[in-house]
């Protein structure tokens, strides 16, 4: 079993120095900038699929691609330019998953991609790493490979700005500097993915430091969005909420994101387990995930409480998360998304939360959230 990270920037950015590391490492590396080259290379489908889009004007006399040709088309038209995308991305990313199915056991596969747009396209790794610098810097380092200043700018406005980029990336390298501090933050991550590599060849969750509180970070929202999307892409289209206090907009917290998803049954929580592992998301078989509060109505039969939900947790180091399958609409489904709506719209609330040092089956709390009309409830 393998882990897929992507490596994304700008161009001019040095995503390539940290993804060339990662080789010199051990890493089995993807450069979908030479996929993209070689799916529309001499003879091939893509390059005919291009050629009839955008005419003979963009095939050399040798009968290869006239890059140039291109590139002043689609970087002079944005139109132009999704429409070559849709021709070569699907032939790219079909190239990539080949190498990467043919990838050793227990490989750390690095895909060094810089077309990395959406969170649908972020969920299909393991991890993602993104480099920035600023721009002025990332011109210079194009015009030192030969590009003008003018023809540096255009293609570096043609693709996303760093802000959005950032928020489909897990961590952030500044490559403002130059390439040996930039290195040096790229050697301090492999120690994070080589043992992400391993837990999830073995499954079992990664090791966690003791707990401690945090002040509410706003990064938090958008690990949930990443970390979900990750879920969903292992399980299908299902319900999956970010709850707990890293759900509460200004609430200091545990830097643990909780997730909530929704399964039909517990049966269907045990299907999901092996796709949830090899996403990253192993089962904590070690922990109860759901002891008896305050409240609770008598499970059905001798089955004890904890028994009717499935905790997984992470196997990458880096980020701490606990996933909690849950039966929809069942108690313990409810209560989770009562007790974070009823934090986020009561300051009051918030406030003696906090001045109870975070203990979430404290009986009042429950109690006042039970109390909340089912209004409450998204969905």
Known sequence: MTITVAVTGGIGAGKSTIAQRRGADGAVVIDSDRLAREVVGLGTPGLAAVADRFGSVVVAADGSLDRAALAAIVFADAGARRELEAITHPLVRARFAALRDSAPPRSV?????????????????????????????????????????????????????????????????????????????????????????????????????????VAYDPDWPAAAHRLSARVRRAVGDCRVDHVG???????????????????????????????????????????????????????????????????????????????????????????SLRVRDWLRADGVGRAEYTAKGFLPAAADELSRAWAVSTDWLPG
């Open 109 to 213: 596969v690095v895909n060094d991609i810089p077309l990395l747009t959406s969170s649908e396209m972020a969920a299909t790794f393991h991890l993602v790493i993104g480099v920035g610098a600023p721009g002025e810097v990332r011109v210079q380092r194009l015009m030192d490979r030969g590009l003008t200043a003018k023809d540096a700018r255009a293609r570096i406005g043609a693709q996303i700005s760093d802000d959005r980029r950032r928020v489909l990336c897990d961590t952030w390298i500044d490559n403002s500097a130059g390439p040996v501090d930039v290195l040096a933050d790229a050697d301090r991550l492999w120690a994070r993915l080589a043992e992400f590599a391993g837990n999830v060849e073995a499954r079992r969750p990664a090791r966690r430091g003791g707990a401690a509180l």
């Open 245 to 335: 206090s890293t759900a509460v907009e200004g609430l200091s917290a545990q830097n643990v994101i909780d997730l909530q998803l929704a399964v039909a049954d517990l049966g269907e929580a045990d299907r999901f387990a092996p796709a949830l592992a090899q996403a990253g998301f192993p089962r904590c078989s070690e922990v109860d995930a759901g002891m008896p509060r305050p409240g609770d109505a008598k499970p059905a039969g001798d089955e004890p409480a904890h028994l009717r939900e499935r905790l997984h947790v992470n196997a990458d180091p880096g980020q701490s998360i606990n996933l909690y399958l849950r039966v929809r609409n069942a108690p313990e489904w409810r209560r």
